[in-house]
């Protein structure tokens, strides 16, 4: 610490450590008021990129065509013969167990769906003989027939081979929550575009506030209806399989998978932790000090992101186990270091053994917290808020571990007394020692398999990808990857998409792409003035095709499926006539179910809306998006503005290119931004250059498997690289600054090696032990992007570790930043 930074701190902490326990306890208690507050967010939002005009594009969409993803899917295989009357009617006590669910609006399935199917049935009679399963006295081999045939509920209420039906339950529509996130977020644009006026800004504060309460008790809402929904299903499984489905439920699991991660494999880390720690230290202080402070951290950020209602998503779920890590690594390193002046100094009193320790370690790791922080800083980057919020709540959590660690523990080392001296040498730490010999004697073989590991390394790079599928986040004997399963198989596909395709204006012209006079070969053609004309029947049946066409989709449903079906009723093609009185012919009941989700004539816009399937070895989200367009303008003749793709399935990949984007093709500048520091707090650019090549690699090494092992970036693993670039920084300024010291002394550089191997490489080697001991664990989850995130963050911090304590010093050794080597040790043999 700098004289004056020290004297204040002498002057506070350490001549008052009681009082400085005391202020830390008041701390906790503060934020221990809020700590009830703290929740998980498991929203849909969480998974959309901020500002993403897609995203009002999708809003506008699903109010436009009264359709929402809102919804759950139950699949029914029965052991028996679906359509006897055994199996239908325990589907029918199964339906209706599961619409007294409290806030299960409604249902559709083969029990209410109408049937559509009698020789009795025309056109312009269809609302006299509309009938269904439950309601008319069908014969079960006639509705078979009848939903078998029908091109609407084939491979949506019941599957191609008609052995597997679904239950459609609709959730509750929540307009105010739209209502108010929509007004949420146009004053949040208009105060950054040109600011609020007084009245304005206090509106936003209502409406953020409220929003927040009415997103709370939604959430809520749907966790209760899934659990109370499954409760039924546990009911009826004796003699059916059955699965639960949905974007709902897919978006709930997920969070429930982290949310039973963080509590049983916390305790776990925990557990391993606190193992680690005895092994390593013999003692019981060294075990419970650092663990006062890992708890008084995590305590008093979580409290704090309570009072500032800032909930915690998928993403964000594991900062709790990183503060872990960055705040264990700081109470390690001091408690190494005042180990060490313990046993070199046995007379020295306690406040000179902690005076020293804080004196000498303040500085490094001030700039470590502070390198730590730069490298989340490249989540700032992202264009998705929680990817932000995750880079704000560690640069919070890691400024609030550093001052918990150099408060309480020097507050408290001050209170207790001496410990005993460590039993042992001080200088004997066989791994380290070992590692120091390897750097010394195989001096050009360090640099050349780092060489073609970077090589290598930069090939895996330029194998990474976003591409991912929502059934491989779980293993395949979890429920909902198999409930997925069925559901894309049997029922039509998991993750929605639609495609909406607007017609030109209506002016009366002749197409304007084509002049005769200037190109006498073209055929000018009318615009199509409605979906119910021929020609835009045609056309909407021609895209429908193409869709349906894709390996990577499964149902499509569009006004080519209604007019198809009415083709059906009306036992041949319609005429111009039945097609323009074809919205009329049917019901007002049956236009909400067969027509208003798929055209709107006030907006001239159709819409199809496909379901993909997560199953299919092929799905490729933007490469298909991108097919589906191109094909549609250049085979279809259809103008860019004409097709726009929407739902989920393109939020999230819009969501997945921006993490590929932002976030791997910025730590570039990150990179800068540490180099830059590293001059700072070495004052020397050599110093400076042969710092950052470890960190390069280290960050390059673990992007470089994921890469060659085809693991894709995802919400979760994209947070990999920022985590890498800390954890590297931190050992390389720890051993960087103590071999600094170690030279001071003597301007041997293979001596100040071996000395800093001796002492700052202990530190390095237990915390990184301990790190890597404890994250093994998360290989037990049954959430892939959890095992991804425990098993790439220990070998981070394995590379990390071997990178600081070879490579690091080896290119010191070359270097030779810190002025001529004025020792006599004989360099080992190059082997």
């Given at each position: 610490m700098g004289n004056r930074l020290f004297h204040l701190y002498d002057r506070t902490v350490l001549s008052h450590p009681v009082l400085t326990l005391l202020l830390v306890l008041v701390a906790a208690v503060i934020a221990g008021l809020r700590l009830d507050q703290f929740q998980l967010d498991a929203s849909p939002d969480t998974l959309v990129m901020e500002g993403d005009e897609s995203f009002e594009y999708y809003q506008q969409t699903y109010e436009r065509f009264e359709t929402t993803d809102d919804f759950l899917v139950v699949s029914y295989q029965p052991e028996d013969e679906l359509f006897s009357d055994s199996v239908i009617n325990r589907l029918t006590e199964l339906r209706d167990d599961l619409i007294d669910v409290d806030g299960i609006d409604e249902s559709n399935s083969i029990l209410n769906v109408p049937l559509l199917h009698s020789p009795d049935i025309t056109l312009m009679t269809v609302s006299k003989h509309m009938k269904t399963l439950e309601g008319n006295d069908v014969p079960l081999d006639t509705a078979r027939k009848a939903l078998m045939e029908n091109p609407l509920y084939q491979n949506m209420l019941i599957?191609?081979?008609g052995t597997t039906t679904a239950i459609q339950l609709l959730l509750p529509s929540n307009e105010r929550y739209y209502e108010l996130r929509d007004r949420r977020d146009e004053l949040e644009q208009k105060q950054r575009e040109e600011g609020l006026s007084g009245a304005e800004e206090g509106e936003l504060a209502q409406v953020r506030a409220e929003y927040r309460e009415r997103k709370e008790a939604v959430s809520a809402q749907q966790d209760r209806i899934i659990r109370d929904v499954r409760g039924v299903l546990a009911n009826y499984g004796d003699q059916a399989r059955i699965h639960l489905g949905g974007v709902p439920m897919i978006v709930a699991d997920m969070m429930a998978f982290v949310e039973s991660d963080l509590v049983t494999f916390g305790l776990g880390v925990l557990a391993f932790i606190i193992l680690m720690l005895g092994?390593?230290?013999?003692?019981?202080?060294?075990?419970?000090l650092p663990l006062a402070c890992c708890a008084l951290?995590?305590?008093?950020?979580?409290?704090?992101?309570?009072?500032?209602?800032?909930?915690?998503?998928?993403?964000?779920?594991?900062?709790?186990?990183?503060?872990?890590?960055?705040t264990m690594s700081l109470t390690i390193h001091l408690i190494v270091r005042h180990r060490e002046y313990q046993q070199l100094q046995p007379d020295a009193d306690r406040y000179q053994l902690v005076s020293e320790t804080v004196s000498a370690m303040g500085r490094p790791c001030f700039y470590m917290v502070l390198t730590t922080v730069v490298a989340f800083g490249s989540l700032f980057f992202s264009d998705i808020r929680p990817v932000i919020d995750f880079g704000l709540m560690m640069t919070v959590g890691i400024l609030i571990g550093y001052a918990v660690v150099f408060l309480v523990l020097p507050a408290v080392l001050m209170l207790m007394p001496r410990a005993a001296q460590p039993s042992g040498a001080l200088h004997r730490t066989p791994i380290t020692e070992y590692l120091a010999r390897i750097t010394d004697n195989y001096r050009g073989t360090i640099v050349t398999v780092s060489a073609?590991?970077?090589?290598?390394?930069?090939?895996?790079?330029?194998?990474?990808?976003?591409?991912?599928?929502?059934?491989?986040?779980?293993?395949?004997?979890?429920?909902?990857?198999?409930?997925?399963?069925?559901?894309?198989?049997?029922?039509?596909?998991?993750?929605?998409?639609?495609?909406?395709?607007?017609?030109?204006?209506?002016?009366?012209?002749?197409?304007?792409?084509?002049?005769?006079?200037?190109?006498?070969?073209?055929?000018?053609?009318?615009?199509?003035?409605?979906?119910?004309?021929?020609d835009g029947a045609q056309?909407?049946?021609?895209?429908?095709?193409?869709?349906?066409?894709?390996?990577?989709?499964?149902?499509?449903?569009?006004?080519?499926?209604?007019?198809?079906?009415?083709?059906?009723v009306n036992q041949g093609e319609l005429n111009p006539l039945q097609l323009g009185l074809m919205g009329r012919a049917f019901p007002e009941d049956l236009q909400g179910l067969l027509l208003d989700p798929y055209v709107n004539e006030e907006t001239r816009q159709a819409r199809f809306s496909i379901r993909l399937l997560e199953t299919s070895p092929k799905l490729d989200r933007d490469a298909l998006f991108e097919r589906i367009r191109a094909d549609l303008t250049r085979e279809m003749g259809l103008k860019d503005d004409q097709v726009n793709l929407t739902g989920m399935a393109v939020l999230y990949n819009n969501m997945l290119q921006s993490l590929f984007s932002s976030q791997i093709k910025t730590l570039g500048a990150v990179f800068v931004a540490i180099m830059a520091m590293f001059l700072v707090l070495f004052r020397s650019l050599r110093v400076a250059v042969v710092a950052i090549v470890p960190n390069?690699?280290?960050a390059g090494t673990v992007l470089g498997i994921m890469?060659?092992?085809?693991?894709?970036?995802?919400?979760?693993?994209?947070?990999?690289?920022?985590?890498?670039?800390?954890?590297?920084?931190?050992?390389?300024?720890?051993?960087?600054?103590?071999?600094?010291?170690?030279?001071?002394?003597?301007g041997d550089y293979q001596a100040a090696m071996?000395?800093?191997?001796?002492?700052?490489?202990?530190?390095?080697?237990?915390?990184?032990?301990?790190?890597?001991?404890?994250f093994s664990i998360l290989a037990l989850s049954n959430f892939i992007p959890t095992i991804y995130f425990g098993v790439f963050t220990a070998l981070a911090m394995a590379i990390a570790l071997l990178g600081a304590l070879t490579l690091l010093p080896r290119l010191i050794l070359m270097a030779k930043p810190f002025g001529p080597d004025r020792g006599t040790t004989t360099p080992g043999e190059d082997h």
């Open positions: 599957s191609n081979d092994i390593i230290f013999r003692q019981p202080r060294w075990v419970l951290t995590v305590w008093i950020t979580l409290g704090f992101l309570g009072w500032v209602h800032w909930p915690v998503t998928v993403i964000s779920s594991n900062f709790v186990s990183l503060l872990l890590i960055i073609a590991l970077a090589v290598v390394c930069a090939v895996g790079v330029s194998w990474l990808s976003v591409e991912n599928r929502f059934i491989d986040y779980f293993k395949s004997d979890t429920e909902i990857h198999q409930g997925m399963t069925v559901i894309d198989q049997k029922l039509g596909g998991t993750t929605p998409l639609d495609v909406i395709i607007s017609l030109e204006e209506d002016d009366g012209e002749l197409s304007k792409d084509c002049d005769p006079f200037v190109d006498p070969d073209c055929e000018p053609q009318e615009q199509i003035d409605s979906f119910f004309s021929t056309l909407v049946k021609n895209i429908h095709d193409y869709l349906d066409e894709q390996p990577q989709t499964g149902k499509v449903i569009s006004l080519a499926t209604t007019i198809r079906l009415a083709e059906r390069l690699l280290a890469g060659l092992m085809g693991v894709p970036l995802d919400m979760m693993t994209i947070t990999i690289a920022a985590i890498t670039v800390g954890i590297a920084v931190d050992d390389t300024i720890h051993y960087i600054y103590r071999f600094r010291e170690e030279i001071r002394r003597d071996h000395r800093s191997h001796q002492t700052i490489g202990r530190a390095m080697l237990y915390t990184s032990l301990t790190i890597i001991v404890g």
